[in-house]
């Protein structure tokens, strides 16, 4: 009788903390999303009208802001996994006896504020930065050309801070390969992108996957990347949402808007999902 | 020059290939030349430089010097894919994610080979698992990953399979089973191969020429036959069975034969098996050439006399006798069981005796240990 | 034969063919080293930028001091902010590995109804944007009446470090050998004692891990603590509010600090890791 009853009861108080601290507050911003304003009221001052318009007029009025954030995701997703599977593919198979080593070094930044990293980024793209006179006398960008306060400074950041996110999960996945199926696959007249293509890059699915999606997620919500090293152009979900809830108080939109962000990431990550696992994952 | 390379055919010619890394020397001044056709063993202990002289016929490892040929066509640096060399892999090296005629359509489909799916199911039935087409490697047994991994190279008709301790996962029934097999296979394809093995039976078994390794160089090269009765020093002595190795002196001619001192009693030996430089001598004898024969009772050809059973262990088709000789060493006899039972026992005086043919003889300085004291089942992790 | 063949000159392999090789073997760590000098370069600015004899806002280079490490409290806030960092980072770690670790084992070491819910359960705050978790917490915390602060952030915190802490213990328990179990058992060790003698120490290493992993979270977490703690400050919070007057090059100073500290703890304890398994 004990022995079966165990496992709940370890599970019982972290899930009861799970369940009022993260399950009830969903649930909770379900209920704010499709609140109206009361008339009269103070700012602030919400009540239940189950007005599901909210979450259109919420869409239409920040479409900009969401098609942004969803772009500015994809591209540094894509960003950092050109980036990351070699850095990971040169870890497992190449490091040696440093391979631990340069594991922590891949994580390392992260032990320097990302905050503090996101700022180093903009003071070295800035106009004092070296960065940008030195590219202007190699006549690379023009005089006008600026690197902040751009949408490229916004999704180099996001590149940036999400590329350990990237390759942990990419250099579990090809630290798993026998690299002797890589050279069976030269062995067998592939040459080295064939071998990449056919054997490497199907092996290391999972991680591609896992990667990407531990980079997507938190980068389609990011805000502070924008705030940082954008500018009122560049704009993302996450800016939208942060200043209803603390600039217009405006608590139902905000809270709309979070919900539009959880479905369109959560459907498109189980279409990326499904469209991976045909591919049959070993 | 890629074409060329691909469809290279003919003998395999290494000269003076030589393998370093760092300080330390794999594979030393190796020259070898292995006709078309021929089932070739590379032999030795773990850590001797067959695996890295097997890399690099495959082109997975670079020589540091020396060339490598395949019929008049250079293929020293050639990309392991630009090579018309196929291998079977240690672990057999199936890619995973690939069911089994995947697996083994992969060659071909790199190849552009048209009529891929006929290729592949004729090499199937060749191996005799044409059921697990579209299984996985994860699904098979050792013994099946064993046959796919071999098929997945033959498929490709290659100027050279070559074989990495192919049967070194599997268990001692069913390797002896694979030698078998893998020697008919290769008649039946008629391909070279080469294949680097520790285990001295696998490569007597199966291979028409053995070639046995040590330090980087071939301490020796011949037919098993060649090698395990008249073997050139006491490494190949020692690693292909058992010798009993007596120390001894050169001491005049009879014709084709040596004469040679044993601590005082003369044996002869034919001219042609020694490999002596001076009269210092070690002469070997095999242990299941010596015949034991009490005192009383005539022998010909060659005797010791004077020994003593210290040790009798009786293993059904044979009993091995340990034989103490009046200087202090212990002889090693195997005798047939044809009569059912051991005929000696422990303490019994007796005379050993052997024919002269089967005598041959080392130098003198050499090291009667070597080759004995290595320990043929590890795997060679080089 | 191979007597005649030694001979013979040694043929060479060509210049050119060596060169294609080398560059061939080592494009990929050339192209690494490139990869983490991109990592580093913030880190690196951080650093030298804490030497900087910058005043107030610290965005131009003025002249090499040691001022800003040896009174790293100089500037006004930046270590209260850092108190309650830590505090919150320990309370949140000490909570989430708790629970974590409960949830892990129990994932990990039983068989029940309504485990793969469970696993979803877990995977759930992982999947969610940091902002909705952030903003559903505040909602709650207002419809509740709790006012945004110390305590609010501090459960904030333990709701996203659990998931992280099950997911790091469950695989160092998936890693083990359940015959090691079986073996204590078989040799006396009742349930509690085979827990407490040999699973928990060969478990602790992940644990402790998790552990590190959920106080760098907590501690370098913005988005979820600015929507929690009202008008608590915390260190990237302190860092995020002065970005657009300038960070006190003290900020440069506790980050670089933090940097060095952190990655002393791990190399340290793959060391002593290294050392027990040998």
């Known amino acids: 009788m004990g022995k079966i009853r165990t496992p709940y009861l370890l599970l019982l108080p972290g899930f009861g903390f799970l369940f009022t601290f993260f399950i009830l507050p969903i649930i909770n911003l379900a209920q704010t999303s499709t609140q109206t304003r009361v008339s009269g009221g103070d700012t602030g001052q919400y009540e239940q009208t189950l007005r599901f318009t909210n979450y259109l007029d919420a869409f239409v009025e920040n479409k900009e802001q969401f098609g942004r954030s969803f772009l500015y995701a994809i591209i540094a997703t894509v960003l950092a996994l050109a980036i990351a599977y070699p850095l990971a593919y040169a870890i497992a198979f190449k490091a040696g006896k440093y391979k631990n080593l340069l594991l922590v070094l891949v994580v390392a930044p992260f032990f320097t504020s990302f905050l503090l990293r996101t700022i180093a980024w903009k003071q070295i793209l800035g106009e004092e930065g070296f960065v940008v006179p030195t590219l202007r006398s190699l006549g690379i960008i023009s005089e006008s050309t600026t690197l902040t306060s751009t949408s490229f400074a916004v999704v180099m950041g996001m590149t940036y801070n999400f590329l350990p996110f990237m390759t942990l999960p990419l250099f579990a996945s090809i630290d798993r390969i026998d690299p002797r199926t890589l050279e069976a696959s030269g062995d067998l007249y592939a040459n080295g992108l064939t071998t990449f293509r056919r054997v490497t890059l199907p092996l290391s699915m999972p991680g591609v996957v896992a990667g990407t999606l531990l980079t997507f997620i938190p980068a389609a919500g990011d805000y502070v990347n924008a705030a940082i090293l954008g500018n009122p152009n560049t704009k993302m979900l996450g800016n939208v949402i942060e200043s209803r809830y603390f600039k217009i108080v405006d608590y139902p939109t905000a809270a709309a808007l979070s919900f539009t962000l959880m479905a369109a990431i959560l459907i498109l990550v189980t279409l990326y999902i499904r469209k991976a696992g045909t591919e049959e994952l070993v | ?382 | 034969m191979s007597q005649k063949l030694k001979d013979a000159t040694i043929p060479t392999i060509p210049l050119g063919a060596r060169i294609q090789r080398w560059i061939g073997r080592n494009l990929i760590r050339i192209y690494a080293v490139f990869a983490f000098t991109y990592l580093f370069i913030p880190v690196a600015y951080t650093f030298a930028f804490s030497f900087n004899d910058s005043g107030k806002s610290n965005l131009i280079w003025k002249g090499f001091t040691l001022g800003n490490w040896q009174n790293p409290c100089g500037a006004p806030e930046v270590c209260n902010a850092l108190g309650n960092s830590i505090k919150i980072g320990f309370l949140a770690t000490f909570f989430s590995t708790i629970l974590g670790t409960m949830i892990a084992f129990a994932i990990g070491r039983h068989k029940f109804r309504g485990r793969s819910t469970s696993n979803l359960l877990i995977f759930l705050p992982m999947a969610t944007p940091e902002i909705v978790m952030g903003a559903s917490l505040l909602s709650l915390f207002l419809v509740l009446k709790i006012n945004p602060g110390f305590w609010p952030t501090v459960i904030a915190h333990i709701v996203f470090c659990i998931s992280f802490v099950v997911v790091t213990v469950k695989a160092r328990i998936a890693s083990l050998d359940p015959r090691l179990e079986q073996a204590a058992m078989d040799l006396y060790a009742n349930e509690f004692e085979t827990f407490r003698r040999v699973t928990l120490p060969l478990v602790a290493p992940g644990i402790a891990g998790a552990a590190l992993l959920a106080f760098s979270l907590s501690f370098d977490d913005f988005i979820i603590t600015n929507f929690n703690s009202g008008t608590l400050t915390t260190f990237p919070k302190f860092i995020y509010v002065s970005a657009a007057r300038g960070i006190p090059a003290q900020a440069n100073v506790i980050g670089s600090a933090m940097f060095f500290l952190a990655l002393t703890i791990v190399i340290v304890g793959q060391l002593v890791n290294r050392r027990k398994v040998r």
């Not at chain 2, 060329?4 to 330390?24: H, M, N, P, Q």
């Not at chain 2, 090693?332 to 039972?341: A, H, P, R, W």
Request: glycine share 8%.
């Open chain 2, 1 to 382: 020059m890629v074409k060329a390379s691909i469809e290279a055919r003919g003998d395999l010619r290494l000269t003076r290939l030589t393998k370093s890394y760092g300080d330390f020397t794999a594979v030393d001044d190796l020259s070898l030349t292995i006709p078309k056709g021929s089932f070739f063993a590379l032999l030795g202990p773990s850590g001797c430089g067959k695996t890295t002289t097997l890399r690099m016929i495959a082109g997975l490892e670079e020589p540091t010097a020396g060339s490598i040929h395949l019929g008049e066509t250079d293929i020293t640096t050639t990309k392991p894919y630009q090579r018309p060399i196929n291998t079977v892999f240690q672990n057999y090296a199936l890619f995973p994610h690939l069911t089994i005629f995947e697996n083994i359509a992969f060659g071909l489909r790199r190849r552009g080979q048209k009529d891929v799916k006929e290729a592949v199911d004729k090499v199937l039935n060749l191996v005799e698992l044409p059921h697990l087409a579209e299984r996985k490697p994860t699904q098979l047994s050792g013994g099946q990953q064993q046959r796919i991994a071999l098929a997945r190279a033959i498929v490709n008709r290659p100027a050279l399979l070559l074989l990495d301790e192919p049967l070194g996962a599997l268990d001692l029934k069913l390797r002896r089973q694979m030698q078998i097999e893998l020697k008919w296979i290769q008649k039946e394809v008629g391909l070279t191969f080469v294949h680097v093995t520790h285990d001295q039976e696998e490569a007597m078994t199966m291979a028409d020429t053995i070639a046995v390794m040590n330090e980087g160089q071939i301490e020796q090269m011949g037919s098993p036959a060649e090698l395990y009765d008249n073997p050139e020093t006491a490494y190949v002595a020692n690693f292909l069975g058992q010798s009993n190795l007596i120390k001894g002196t050169i001491s005049g001619n009879d014709g084709d034969s040596l004469i040679v001192d044993l601590y005082g009693q003369k044996i002869a030996l034919p001219k042609n098996r020694s490999h002596a430089i001076d009269n210092s001598t070690y002469a070997g004898i095999r242990p299941e050439k010596f015949r034991i024969s009490l005192l009383e009772t005539p022998v010909h050809g060659n005797v010791l006399t004077g020994g003593r059973i210290e040790d009798v262990s009786y293993i059904g088709v044979s009993t091995q006798y340990q034989v103490e000789m009046p200087w202090g060493q212990e002889l090693m006899v195997f005798e047939q069981n044809d009569d059912g039972v051991a005929p000696f026992n422990k303490g019994d005086a007796v005379n050993i005796s052997w024919a002269p043919t089967f005598t041959f003889a080392l130098r003198g300085d050499e090291d009667v240990t070597a080759g004995s004291e290595v320990e043929p089942e590890d795997l060679d992790e080089e």
